[in-house]
């Protein structure tokens, strides 16, 4: 399996290869690399797609993550990419991935060639959701997986009876708890950047699902407002993974915001 040993980790990533501009994919809180197959399955004739696992997720977990932010994660991505002899890349980010590749952006500048940022926003997660995630995340923490949050975070992420639900809540029962504490506890101290983002002048798509529960549409929009050269496409019916669920709509919209770099 591939795997990159890089900042201390043992990174999973997936390289499509081939001589095309290089895509790196990075997905979302309790999601792995596999989230992203829709688009490499459309995108890898013509473009470098990568994936990963990042940090206390999927292959790359090692059940006992040590705590982290998420500009470690983005200096993971760079770590990645220079492994790979890759000068520069598009980033395209979920929620989570779309935390690490703006951070990347403001502090690896030179590696970006465009940004696609789906369902993620610049600032901190809404204060009045939090007490009800923590409660969520302790009771899984302490007694395993229950039915009720399982249905909660599919509904979160997926949206009401998604069908290929049950393989997400297959994985999500093995997630080992000092990885799912770790993973809340960056996501919930992260820092706000909205003040920031206005530097970030590359080329930058923001996606976002017009049914997304976690992170409502208004913040993406104040997200994209704020970037100089952005450009928000709503993606009708979709929840939080709309690239997931909804790749009939999200991948012409990334193809063709592709085809304006001229890559």
Known sequence: MPYAQVNGQNLYFEDSGGAGPALIFSHGLLMDSSMFAPQVAALKSRYRCIV?????????????????????????LAALLAHLGVGQAVLVGMSQGGYLSLRCALTHPEIVRALVLIDTQA????????????????????????????????????????????????KWKKTAPADLLQSFQTLGTRDDISDQIGRIAVPTLVLHGGSDRAIELPRAKAMADAMPNARLIVVPGAGHASNLTHPQAVNPAIESFLATLKL
Not at 155 to 165: D, F, K, N, R, S
């Open 123 to 170: 600032k901190t997660e809404d204060p009045a959701k939090m007490p009800a995630y923590q409660a969520m995340l302790q009771d899984w923490a302490v007694n395993g997986l229950s039915d009720q949050t399982a249905t909660t975070i599919e509904t979160v992420i997926l949206g009401e009876q998604w069908p290929g639900a049950a393989v997400w809540r297959e």
């Open 52 to 76: 990963w696992d990042e940090r206390a997720h999927g292959q790359t977990a090692t059940g006992a993550c040590a705590p982290f932010s998420y500009y470690d994660s983005a200096n993971d």
